[in-house]
């Protein structure tokens, strides 16, 4: 048998896109590849790639340029670039970036092992249709590997929100939710290979509407409730939220589902109604507010996470002191937040722009205030009991790292036959992005 070709995948962006390389290493498993961690030695290089923000897409042509000497070295390496920025500037990878030998959008995925043979052959590849076919249908699994305790597992891509910044809508298409079957058998599988964990994923999860078991249409909750019934999974966690689809049948399920982790993040962007307005994001601040009191109403100890732009097109001083003003009554665990960025084809990027250094002292003084709701929720762990779902070891000897229910990292000293398993833990120490624990009863 020829030795097997090496694959190096280098993933950016969000969740899905770390997903969806997994999936794409599987189905390349299919045509001889085995996965490398250094592109040094690899006969395909693939980056998968995020084009949220410009920074984010500008780093491909940086990263690809540094292959060239690779692509010396090596004829016979094959350079491809795949996710939202393939399906954004695809044309123009091409013509920028001669190196390149493969150009696939996010769902042309199982076209992938076709289009490598082609390269092969010397041709140059681009695929970026939204494909009528299902494109997790079409990518083979590999036979069952065993693997780490948590996993993702998309179970819709897309969105039809059109926010006035976001690239969203335009990279992967409209909303689409995959069937209840296959979602449930990949879970099975996913838990017959030692998972504990399994995390929803989706650009609008919640708007998840697929075709159910028993051909009627099921919502996330449901979804969620099919899921607790599977033997072995522990922890069902979902991301990410948009608050106009938070139905009452999921709100109800953060009350009385046990499996489904007590942690959700749910992006607001804006505190100002007026630019809310006009980031065509459809709920309120108010609404937002009241949504989160019906969610701790039915769990009051949930951990809530979310989103922030600042210096969006025509946000004044007052517009963000009304931010603030949110995030002081929210009271968040943990918190993402971004300077806007202008994205080429998006409605935003043709209205009158703030200057950077607006934007940069407004990021500065909200993310104070998040890390130190941050610092003081995670402080406030310590003394409790929480179960840690232990998933690797740690640097310190007989140390293993886990996470909690709610998503905080627990450095805890423990037998290594816990690895995989969920255990009773004490919360002794908080640190800047962790906490520390001891076994309970041990
Ligand atoms: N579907 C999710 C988020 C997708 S993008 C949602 O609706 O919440 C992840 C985050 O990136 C967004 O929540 C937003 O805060 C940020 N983001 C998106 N476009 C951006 C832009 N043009 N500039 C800065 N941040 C942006
Ligand atoms: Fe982007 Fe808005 Fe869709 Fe989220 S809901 S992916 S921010 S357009
Ligand atoms: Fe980025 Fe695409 Fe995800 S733009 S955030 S990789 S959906």
Redesign the pocket.
């Known amino acids: 048998m020829a030795d097997p070709k090496k694959l190096f995948i280098k993933t950016?962006?969000?969740?899905?896109?770390v997903y969806d390389s997994e999936r794409m290493a599987e189905a390349m498993g299919g045509s001889g590849y085995i996965a490398t961690d250094t592109p040094e030695d690899a006969d395909m290089i693939l980056l998968?790639?995020?084009?949220?923000?410009e920074k984010?897409?500008e780093k491909v042509y940086s990263e690809l340029g540094r292959f060239r000497g690779l692509k010396d070295a090596n004829p016979d390496l094959k350079i491809g670039v795949a996710?939202?920025?393939a399906?954004?500037e695809g044309d123009e990878i091409m013509r920028r970036q001669p190196l390149v030998d493969l150009v696939v959008g996010?769902q042309s995925y199982h076209r992938l092992p076709a289009m490598e043979a082609r390269t092969r052959a010397g041709e140059k590849v681009l695929d970026t249709d939204f494909p009528e076919e299902d494109k997790f249908e079409k990518l083979q699994s590999r036979p069952k590997a065993s693997r780490g305790p948590t996993a993702f597992l998309t179970v819709q891509e897309g969105?039809d929100k059109f926010c006035a910044f976001c690239?969203?809508p335009y990279?992967?298409g409209a909303e689409v939710s995959r069937p209840g079957d296959r979602v449930m058998s990949e879970a099975r599988d996913l838990v017959s290979r030692g998972v504990r964990e399994i995390t929803l994923l989706g650009?609008n999860v919640n708007a998840y509407h697929g075709q159910g078991t028993d051909g009627g249409d099921w919502g996330l909750a449901r979804l969620i409730r099919e899921l607790a019934e599977i033997d072995g999974l522990d922890r069902i966690r979902y991301t990410t939220s948009h608050p106009n689809d938070m139905e009452d049948d999921l709100i109800a399920a953060h009350g009385d589902c046990a499996k489904l982790m007590p942690y959700l993040h749910l992006p607001v962007q804006s505190g100002s109604d007026r630019i809310l307005k006009r980031m065509n994001r459809s709920h309120t601040a108010d609404s937002y507010l009241r949504l989160i009191e019906r969610i701790r109403t039915v769990r009051p100890d949930i951990l809530l996470s979310g989103d922030f732009i600042v210096g969006f097109p025509e946000e004044t001083d007052e517009d963000f002191e009304a931010t603030m003003r949110l995030v002081e009554e929210v009271r968040y665990g943990q918190c993402y937040s971004f300077k806007y960025s202008t994205r080429p084809g998006t409605p935003a990027a043709e209205r009158p722009q703030l200057p950077e250094e607006v934007k940069s002292e407004r990021l500065q003084r909200l993310q104070a205030l998040l890390s130190q709701q941050q610092a003081e929720i995670q402080d406030s762990m310590v003394g409790r009991e929480v179960n840690v779902l232990f998933e690797k070891k740690g640097r310190l000897p007989g140390q293993l790292i886990g996470k909690s229910d709610y998503l905080h990292a627990v450095y805890t000293q423990a037998p290594e036959s816990l690895l995989g398993q969920i255990a009773r833990v004490r919360i002794t120490a908080s640190s800047s992005n962790s906490l520390a624990g001891a076994l309970v009863g041990v």
Request: aromatic content about 4%.
């Open positions: 950016y962006g969000c969740q899905m896109n998968n790639t995020c084009h949220i923000r984010a897409a996710g939202c920025v399906q954004a996010p969105c690239v969203v990279t992967r650009q």
